[in-house]
């Protein structure tokens, strides 16, 4: 019987409004439902309640849990929603092993070559040595990992184009790019940043197997190589205009020919070509001489206007950004032959000009002279 209980249930009439409301209105917890149909399943105001094997196999649960609803209403003095509610876990803090000591510690650890042996440090390798160190706690490698990502050191290495510092001439050519840059749009003098990539033809050795209902299409990792080639950008950001083919080679005479399609097919009517790009070899006047009879060499350079990027500073022609662009949304699959790669490039480029997709350049000189200063001599 209810009345063995050593803690009785007693509701005000509140307190039930309240417990049937919880029941029947709103999204709340099903712990904290079962509790309060207990309560009310319990309550002894409006006269003794059934045994608790009725109350029990009526509500679903067992006796213990009834034993430990009437408990707890008790112990918070009558609270129902106290009661019915889910206890807060009360446990002390455990302080971390990793402290500012720990992290400065670790990141020195981390930071020097790796041992003899090792191409670089891995997070098992760093574990290993953490544990043979003495001023470090022993740390697991997931530990280990998280520390690193958030301070300032890297178990991996990343190739980059590192400017050299306080050096007259990256800054002084970047300073005439960005001139170039800041120039507005004027058809008789177009502004064309050009870029060249490699790219490897690769043909397929068996046939991929097509995406069908549950299943993604699948396709063979061996492949065939069928040779290179070199893929060139032409762009023209104010304008949003971009032109983009591959040769088979990257010859001085490759460059002169493109040169001589920019000029007299692409830009026919300009006065000047304003040419924004890198100093490969290939990239100046002589090819043009190596390629055409002297007069008509001597013509094409009279109408170009070349602007070289300074070394490291592959950031500031805005070709390289077409040629990202174009290696995602394009090259990014296996494409085997030279006359299927123009046909995708030349979709491509249709898809894109059509769009007038242009680039807005942020950078100026000003804000080049305060965010890269450490590139500037100091005088």
Known sequence: MVSHLKR???????????????????????????????????DTSAGEPDPKEVVAARLGVSGETLRLVARRFAETGGDVLATISRKKRCLPPVPSPVT????????????PAPPEGYARWSLRLLEEHVQLTEDIPNLDHSTIGRVLKNGTASSSEEAWNIPPRANAEFAARMEDVLAVYARPHDPARPVVCMDEKPFQLLGRVRDPLPARPGRDACEDSEYARCGTCSIFVWAEPLRGWRRVHALARRTKIDWAG??????????????????VMDNLNTHGIASLYEAFTPDEAFALAQRLEIHHTPKH??????????????????????ISDLDTL??????WQHATNANQRGVDWQVTTDDARVKLRHLYPKG
Request: aromatic share 2%; charged share 25%.
């Open 8 to 42: 009785p249930v007693r509701l005000s009439a509140r307190d039930r409004e309240e417990l049937t409301r919880w029941t029947t209105t709103g999204v709340h917890p099903a712990s904290s439902i079962m509790r309060a149909r207990v309560l009310l399943a319990l």
């Open 313 to 334: 500073g592959s950031w500031l022609n805005i070709a390289e950004i077409e040629l990202s662009a174009l290696s995602r949304q394009c090259l990014d699959r296996r």
């Open 342 to 347: 123009n046909a995708e490039l030349a979709a």
């Open 258 to 275: 493109q040169v001589k399609h920019l000029l007299t097919v692409d830009h026919p009517d300009a006065e000047t070509v304003v040419l």
């Open 100 to 111: 500012g000591e720990v992290e400065a510690r670790l990141i020195a650890l981390a930071c």
